[in-house]
C-alpha cells in the first residue's frame, strides 16, 4: 500500500497517479479549445513545502491540425497568478499550462520569439543579425534558460543567454552578478528586461567540470576550487536568499517516503543528521556542482554560473554538494568511475583542511539525499534502483561522521 499523501503540494501525485494525468490534461484541453490526444510524463519538479510540477510531452489536436507541445500541470501552495487555468480536480487545485504560456513566468514567450529577442539585443547594442534560439533549462514557475545564437558579419556565431525568471528577481540577480564579478567569474551583465523578468548573460566559454570529466579532459586542482570558494565567501554578498533552507533535506523526507516507503524511518534520521552543523555564516553559492563551473584549456575555473540562489550559509554545503556531484559520475558513467572517484577523494582530502571531517560527512550524506530525489524527477527508466542506491551513499557518509 502507498504511503498517505500529506497535505499540500503533494496532493497533486494523487490527483496525477495512474489516469488522472490524462483526465487533467484532457480538461484543460477542453477549456482551452484543444483536443489532447497521447502524452508521456517528462520529468517532476518538486519544491517540497511549496509546489509540485509534472512536465509532459503531448500530442494535441488543434482546428485539425496535430501538434508536439509540453503541457504542465502545477500545484502550488502559495496559489495562482490570475490568469492561470485552474482546475479542482476531487478537491485538488492545479494549474494547467501550456510551455511558453507559464502565468509564472510572463516573460518566457517573449524569450523564446526570435523577433521580440532580436528587438530586446538591439536595445542593448548587440551586433546585429539573425538569432538563433534553444531553450536549455526550464523550470515550471520558477525559470528558463534560453540560448541565443547571434549569426551577423560583426557577431557571426555570438552567444548571449536569457534567464527568465518568476517576480521581481531579475533586477536582483543582475545585481548580484555584478557585485560578484570583482571577486569570482560570474558571467557579465549585458542588461535587464524588468517588466518581463528577462536578464541577459554573456557567455562563458569553456567545458564544464563534469564534461572535463566525462572526457578526461583536464581538472582543476582541489586547492583551487577551495580558494574560489574561499574568496566567494570573502565577497560581503548580501542576499534575501537564505541557502541552509535550500539545503535543509528535511524537506525531502515526505517526498522520498512517497517514493520508497520502506525507507522512510532511515530517511528522516539521516535528514535531521544532516543538518546538524555549525561554523560561520559566510557568502555561498547555495547549489555548487560540477556542471555550475567552467574550465579553461588547462584545467583552471574560468567560469561560475547560476549564483542565483546564493547567499549566507555554511560553505560545507557547497564543498559537499559539488563532491557529492563528482561521486554521481561514477554511477551514471562506469568507464568514468575510478577517475571519478580518485578526484572525489582528492575533493575530500583538501576540504579537510577547511572544515571538520563529522560536518563535512553529515554535509556529504544530505547532499546523496538530495540527490536521491534526481532519478525520479527525471523520470528514469530504473529510477527506484537509483534512488535505493544514493540513499546508501547517504548512509555510508553519515557513518563516516560518526566515526569521527
Same mark, same amino acid.
Given at each position: 500500500m502507498s504511503p498517505a499523501v500529506p497535505p499540500g503540494e503533494l496532493e497533486a501525485v494523487a490527483a496525477l497517479a495512474g489516469a488522472g494525468a490524462t483526465a487533467v490534461l484532457r480538461q484543460a484541453g477542453r477549456a482551452a479549445g484543444v483536443e489532447v490526444l497521447t502524452h508521456r510524463r517528462r520529468s517532476v519538479h518538486h519544491r517540497p513545502g511549496r509546489s509540485y510540477a509534472e512536465v509532459?510531452?503531448?500530442?494535441?489536436?488543434?482546428?485539425g491540425v496535430e501538434r508536439d507541445v509540453l503541457l504542465v500541470a502545477h500545484r502550488d501552495r502559495r496559489g495562482y497568478p490570475d490568469d492561470a487555468l485552474v482546475l479542482v480536480v476531487d478537491g485538488v487545485d492545479l494549474a494547467v499550462w501550456r510551455f511558453p504560456h507559464d502565468p509564472y513566468l510572463p516573460g518566457l514567450p517573449s524569450a523564446i520569439d526570435p523577433g521580440r529577442v532580436r528587438g530586446l539585443l538591439d536595445t542593448l547594442g548587440t551586433p546585429a543579425g539573425a538569432v538563433r534560439l534553444h531553450t536549455r533549462a526550464y523550470r515550471p514557475a520558477r525559470r528558463a534558460v534560453v540560448e541565443v545564437t547571434i549569426d551577423g558579419p560583426q557577431g557571426e556565431g555570438r552567444v548571449v543567454y536569457l534567464k527568465v525568471l518568476a517576480g521581481q528577481r531579475a533586477p536582483e540577480l543582475a545585481a548580484m552578478h555584478r557585485a560578484l564579478r570583482a571577486v569570482v567569474p560570474v558571467p557579465r551583465v549585458h542588461g535587464v528586461a524588468e517588466g518581463?523578468?528577462?536578464v541577459v548573460l554573456e557567455a562563458l566559454g569553456g567545458p564544464t567540470l563534469r564534461a572535463a570529466l566525462l +572526457?578526461?579532459?583536464? !581538472?582543476p586542482e582541489p586547492a583551487a576550487?577551495?580558494?574560489?570558494?574561499?574568496r566567494f565567501a570573502s565577497s560581503g554578498l548580501t542576499s534575501r536568499r537564505d541557502p541552509r533552507a535550500f539545503a535543509d533535506v528535511r524537506r525531502h523526507v515526505d517526498g522520498l517516503a512517497r517514493l520508497v516507503p520502506d525507507r522512510a524511518g532511515q530517511v528522516a534520521e539521516l535528514a535531521a543528521a544532516a543538518v546538524d552543523l555549525d561554523g560561520p555564516l559566510v557568502p555561498v553559492h547555495g547549489d555548487l556542482h560540477d556542471a555550475q563551473l567552467l574550465l579553461g584549456p588547462d584545467g583552471a575555473v574560468t567560469g561560475l554560473l547560476d549564483v542565483d540562489g546564493a547567499g549566507l550559509g555554511w560553505m560545507v554545503q557547497d564543498l559537499a554538494n559539488l563532491i557529492a556531484h563528482v561521486e554521481v559520475v561514477v554511477e551514471i558513467a562506469p568507464p568514468r568511475a575510478d577517475a571519478a572517484a580518485d578526484y572525489a577523494a582528492a575533493l575530500v582530502e583538501t576540504? +579537510?583542511?577547511?572544515?571538520?571531517?563529522? =560536518?563535512?560527512?553529515? %554535509? !556529504?550524506?544530505?547532499?546523496?539525499i538530495a540527490l536521491a530525489t534526481g532519478p525520479h524527477r527525471a523520470q528514469d527508466p530504473d529510477w527506484e534502483e537509483r534512488t535505493h542506491?544514493?540513499? =546508501?551513499? %547517504? %548512509? +555510508? +557518509?553519515m557513518g563516516r561522521a560518526t566515526a569521527c
Open positions: 509532459h510531452e503531448a500530442t494535441v489536436r488543434v482546428g518581463q523578468g528577462i +572526457a578526461g579532459g583536464p !581538472l576550487l577551495l580558494e574560489l570558494l574561499q576540504a +579537510a583542511t577547511m572544515v571538520p571531517a563529522a =560536518d563535512l560527512g553529515r %554535509a !556529504l550524506s544530505g547532499a546523496w542506491a544514493r540513499l =546508501d551513499r %547517504a %548512509a +555510508a +557518509a
